[in-house]
């Protein structure tokens, strides 16, 4: 035991002093979009009735010098500002094609051989500068000061107050135009054209197998960077150009998501590009050096094939086939989220129940309505330990008032049974009745007066148990202003544990029935000789030794100390704590991760009242065991078990045991800070990456060619494909930890969830002062608030 403590002692001592920055800005993406009717969810803006005729694309300009994009459509050309107005410029026609970038467009209308080509300069109004007619136009591009590049099946021709000028021979596919310097791709050439430089490079052909420092040709795109001189070329792969002519092809050796980026746009320094499987954003420079973001399906694009994209910095306006979005960049902070997902709660809340809600259109809030489900009190219970944390650091009777409303609704599936302390999974009213008991599960009739005419779903699984009592114990700890509040929820967990520990069926939680529950066993019997309950040996053991010690913090009564003495010694309950983790792939369930984390918090916020009234050390087998389970699982960058972790590391460092003369040498190898490092930036990237929006939009990651797929077997034998690295959480569809984060693909597009498992580990984060960058005084106070025992002590 002391080799595996020592080693555990080395892993959490790397906790203290973690430092995430929860106030300072960051970047996140958030989707406008405009549709035709009956092209995306009913919430959606609706496009403008003239572009709905078919978009042609969408480019960079300036209105009034204003930034934002041109759109185009067959017929009408509007401009989209960053203030997501639309604003019709009165240019119409019937046109093949749009160039733009500053103040000026160039609209293309063709004949089977020819094209007229109208130059516009929009400042209050859009007016005609120029028209041309030339051969058959296959790409176009304009500069800030008008002059237009016109590439054609045969030649490139440089426009000048509408006189043509022929630049180069060839079948050309794609050009840009930036302050007099040309880029122009050509069938076997790439052409670089300015008052000091003619040059070209070839185009690899891959019908011949001839190589050029390009991607095969036709090249679908140009894009380049006014302020950077940056060169961008679209292809089976991205192709960058440094402002030296260097070519550099990016594709999976850079890490780059999908292939067929066939339009481009890049400005600032910021690259975009896209095509039939979304967008991708990076950032000019060398290959090591790149970072990518990969957006795509309705969290962020509009449906259909990606037209063209508008880069405006790391804001971006892309048009669609069904559709127009704009991806613009906004400075959040990991407070200012929190306080976004406030907003998602009234229409979540059923009965003072958190569970999400499902909706009967597609993506459309507006329809989405709560539902029952068979943990209706573990989800809740989320929200109760997040409102109860931030209610400890705000005081804000807002925030109080809230807070009780969920656990009102908590204590009701407790009251609805009839039974003490037996919680039901959920509950329904008379006119819910039908729908619920449709849904499956075994369902009761309430016979507790004033709840006449209500069902309650019964044989409650220990995932039940777990929430309620993280949620009370978090309760007591950080939100009881009085004794009375704290007698309040030492009476609830009081009667639970009765349920539990009493005779006839000793440590199993009894229904309504009078027998144990299915999955409500926590028994040496059932724990060490029955094979069903093998992989929920070590998981039960640390549950109900966890709220043995709840227990007894609470309510002062040594019975409850006793029963974990005889658990933990005559029935080896803490050392079967050391290996409940699961590793083995057909098993390993996601699910009990989270059933292992709560109570983890749940034993190390109570074991300090206990540990000078108990013969034998209450923190060895614990740190051992989270040792060992954090080292699984921190691979996840998991911000709810990394900030569960902190906070139960900073429990212990505040121990009688741990300011002992006997880890006098412990403490003096605690220096490791690559693992405070690392565990930092989990936490941090995991909540900026939560994405803004809940619903669980359909996702697909597994064709991507930066992910590494894990063919490894799957629990239940499952064949869902699965990565090894944990992609950003706005990348995928997971948006609970009782689910897989390798999870590659799904999503339906009709659930939104709860927010819990974001407001969790950020108040968390809070409470123990994992933030820094908050004002000193702000802080301070914060420390003292979150680390007071019960009965004002603190912990310091």
Same mark, same amino acid.
């Given at each position: 035991w002391l080799k595996i403590f020592d080693k555990a002692i080395l892993m959490l001592a790397g906790f203290v002093g973690v430092c995430i920055a929860g106030g300072v800005p960051y970047t996140e993406h958030v989707a406008a979009r405009w549709v035709a009717p009956g092209s995306g969810p009913a919430d959606w803006q609706l496009l403008p009735e003239s572009l709905r005729s078919g978009l042609l694309g969408v480019a960079p300009g300036a209105l009034n010098s204003k930034p934002g994009a041109y759109v185009a459509s067959t017929g009408a050309v509007w401009f989209l500002g960053e203030d997501l107005s639309l604003t019709d410029l009165n240019i119409s026609g019937r046109f093949e094609m749009m160039c733009a970038k500053g103040e000026y467009i160039a609209t293309v209308s063709s004949t089977e051989n020819t094209s007229r080509v109208s130059l516009? #300069? @929009?400042?209050?109004? +859009?007016?005609?500068?120029?028209?041309?007619?030339?051969?058959?136009?296959?790409?176009?591009?304009v500069d800030s000061s008008g002059d237009l590049v016109l590439g054609t099946n045969a030649e490139l021709l440089s426009v000048q107050d509408g006189h043509p000028t022929r630049l180069a021979i060839g079948n050309f596919s794609a050009v840009d135009i930036t302050s007099g310097r040309i880029v122009a791709a050509a069938t076997d050439k790439l052409h670089f054209l300015s008052s000091t430089e003619r040059r070209w490079e070839w185009v690899s052909k891959a019908s011949t197998g001839q190589g050029g420092p390009t991607d095969p040709g036709p090249l679908p795109s140009i894009s380049m960077d006014s302020e950077t001189g940056w060169v961008v070329l679209g292809g089976a792969e991205l192709s960058l150009v440094d402002p030296a002519g260097s070519v550099r092809r990016l594709g999976p050796r850079a890490r780059q998501p999908v292939n067929s980026t066939v339009v481009v746009s890049?400005?600032?320094?910021?690259? *975009?590009?896209?095509?039939?499987? /979304?967008?991708?954003?990076?950032?000019?420079?060398?290959?090591?050096?790149?970072? *990518?973001?990969?957006?795509?399906?309705?969290?962020y694009l509009t449906p259909g094939t990606v037209?063209?994209?508008?880069?405006?910095?790391?804001?971006?306006?892309?048009?669609?086939? #069904?559709?127009? +979005?704009?991806?613009?960049?906004?400075?959040?902070?990991?407070?200012?989220?929190?306080?976004?997902?406030?907003? =998602?709660?009234?229409?979540?809340? #059923?009965?003072?129940?958190?569970? /999400? +809600?499902?909706?009967?259109?597609?993506?459309?809030? #507006?329809? @989405?309505?709560?539902q029952t489900s068979d943990n209706d009190g573990l989800w809740t219970s989320l929200s109760v330990a997040s409102l109860a944390l931030e209610y400890n650091i705000t005081r804000s009777s807002t925030v109080k008032e809230r807070l009780n409303r969920y656990l009102q609704g908590m204590r009701n599936l407790l009251g609805i049974t009839g039974v003490p302390g037996l919680p039901a999974r959920s509950l329904c009213s008379s006119a819910e009745a039908p729908? @619920?008991?449709?849904?499956?599960?075994?369902?009761?009739?309430?016979? =507790?007066?004033?709840?006449?005419?209500?069902?309650?779903? /019964?044989?409650?699984?220990? !995932?039940?148990?777990?929430?309620?009592?993280?949620?009370?114990?978090?309760?007591?700890?950080f939100a009881s202003d009085t004794n009375v509040e704290r007698e309040e929820m030492a009476q609830i967990v009081d009667a639970v544990l009765s349920n539990i520990v009493s005779e006839p069926f000793p440590f199993s939680l009894v229904d309504i029935t009078g027998a144990p529950t299915t999955w409500g066993r926590w028994d040496p019997e059932t724990l060490n000789e029955n094979r069903n309950f093998s992989d929920g040996r070590g998981l039960n053991s640390?549950?109900?030794?966890? *709220?043995?010690?709840?227990?007894?913090? =609470?309510?002062?009564?040594d019975s409850y100390l006793k029963l974990y003495s005889a658990l933990s010694k005559r029935h080896g309950y803490a050392a079967n704590m050391l290996n409940l983790k699961i590793e083995w792939p057909e098993d390993d369930n996601f699910s009990d991760d989270e059933l292992t984390f709560l109570p983890y918090f749940t034993y190390f916020s109570s074991a300090g009242a206990a540990e000078a009234r108990l013969d034998f050390d209450v923190w060895r087998p614990a740190l051992a065991s989270i040792q060992r389970t954090f080292s699984i699982v921190a691979d996840e960058r998991s911000a709810l078990w990394g900030s569960i972790a902190l906070s139960c590391w900073d429990y212990f460092s505040r121990s009688a045991m741990h300011v002992s003369s006997a880890f006098a040498i412990a403490r003096g190898t605690m220096q490791l800070p690559e693992k405070r490092?690392?565990?930092?930036?989990?936490?941090?990237?995991?909540?900026?990456?939560? %994405?803004?929006?809940?619903? !669980?939009?359909?996702?697909?990651?597994?064709?991507?060619? !930066? =992910?590494?797929?894990?063919?490894?077997?799957?629990?239940?034998?499952?064949?869902?494909?699965?990565?090894?690295?944990?992609? %950003?959480?706005?990348?995928?569809?997971?948006?609970? *930890?009782?689910? !897989?984060?390798?999870?590659?693909? /799904?999503?339906s597009g009709v659930v939104e969830t709860d927010p819990g498992a974001f407001t969790l580990p950020y108040w968390l984060s809070r409470a123990f002062g994992l933030f820094v960058d908050f004002p000193a005084a702000l802080n301070t106070q914060e420390r003292d608030r979150a680390r007071r025992f019960p009965g004002g002590q603190t912990m310091v």
């Open positions: 516009h #300069r @929009c400042q209050a109004r +859009c007016t005609v500068v120029a028209t041309l007619a030339t051969q058959k136009v296959k790409t176009c591009a890049t400005f600032g320094g910021f690259v *975009w590009a896209g095509g039939p499987e /979304g967008v991708v954003l990076t950032q000019q420079g060398s290959a090591a050096e790149l970072n *990518w973001r990969y957006f795509a399906g309705p969290r037209l063209s994209i508008a880069a405006i910095g790391r804001s971006a306006v892309i048009a669609t086939s #069904r559709g127009l +979005c704009f991806l613009r960049s906004e400075q959040w902070t990991l407070e200012k989220k929190a306080a976004h997902y406030i907003d =998602v709660l009234p229409r979540q809340d #059923r009965h003072g129940l958190l569970n /999400g +809600c499902r909706m009967t259109k597609f993506g459309d809030l #507006r329809t @989405c309505v709560p729908v @619920c008991v449709a849904g499956g599960g075994i369902w009761h009739n309430s016979t =507790v007066p004033g709840w006449e005419g209500w069902i309650w779903k /019964g044989d409650t699984s220990s !995932d039940e148990i777990v929430g309620h009592m993280f949620a009370y114990n978090a309760v007591h700890d640390l549950q109900i030794l966890s *709220w043995l010690l709840l227990g007894h913090k =609470v309510t002062g009564k490092e690392l565990i930092s930036q989990a936490i941090q990237w995991n909540l900026e990456t939560w %994405p803004l929006s809940l619903v !669980d939009w359909p996702v697909k990651n597994s064709f991507r060619q !930066d =992910v590494r797929l894990n063919h490894e077997s799957q629990r239940n034998h499952g064949s869902t494909p699965i990565s090894f690295d944990v992609l %950003p959480a706005n990348e995928r569809s997971q948006f609970r *930890w009782n689910d !897989d984060p390798h999870r590659l693909d /799904g999503g």
